[in-house]
């Protein structure tokens, strides 16, 4: 079950660096699935119930089990992705949600967060080192 764990953070964390404006849902099928196949795992999605991809990913409306297709991610959609990796006869399931955004700072982060939530000490604190990461990764 660790293994599965272990492949399935670092394969979602691969398919958010790919989310970006012109690219298509079917290519980050296509590398995610490299991935994981290269990691000795298989993408269980695929072929679950005639399921034809190895990732779910749904766009904007689409509130889960998305099938990726050629349609082009745009400025201000919003992504989710659903990876599930099969190891060692253990599943283990992770999805993120992504923005997509030509533009996106730490304005931006903090416009998103006052819209919905109340925040304390703890909260600011988490906001601003999860923005340093992204931007030390050049993200």
């Keep these: 079950m660790r293994a599965a764990c272990k492949l399935a953070s670092p394969v ?3 398919a958010g660096t790919l989310v970006k404006p012109s690219i ?3 290519e980050i099928d296509r590398a995610v699935h490299h991935m994981i ?7 269980s999605p695929l ?13 904007n409306e689409c509130a889960c ?15 989710n992705i659903d990876v599930n990796v099969f190891l060692n006869y253990f599943l283990w ?8 955004s030509a533009h996106y700072d730490h304005t931006c982060v903090w416009e998103e967060v006052l819209q919905n939530k109340c925040l304390n ?3 600011h604190t988490a906001i601003d080192r999860k923005f340093y990461f992204y931007q030390s990764e050049g993200l």
């Design 93 to 100: 399931r992770k999805k993120a949600e992504y923005a997509i």
């Design 47 to 59: 072929g679950y119930g005639g399921f034809p991809k190895s990732i779910c990913t749904s766009v």
């Design 65 to 79: 089990h998305g099938l990726p297709d050629s349609t082009q991610l745009q400025n201000g959609d919003i992504i």
């Design 24 to 26: 298509t849902t079917n």
């Design 12 to 14: 979602l964390n691969f």
């Design 37 to 43: 196949v290269e990691a000795g795992a298989y993408p």
């Design 121 to 123: 000490k703890y909260n």
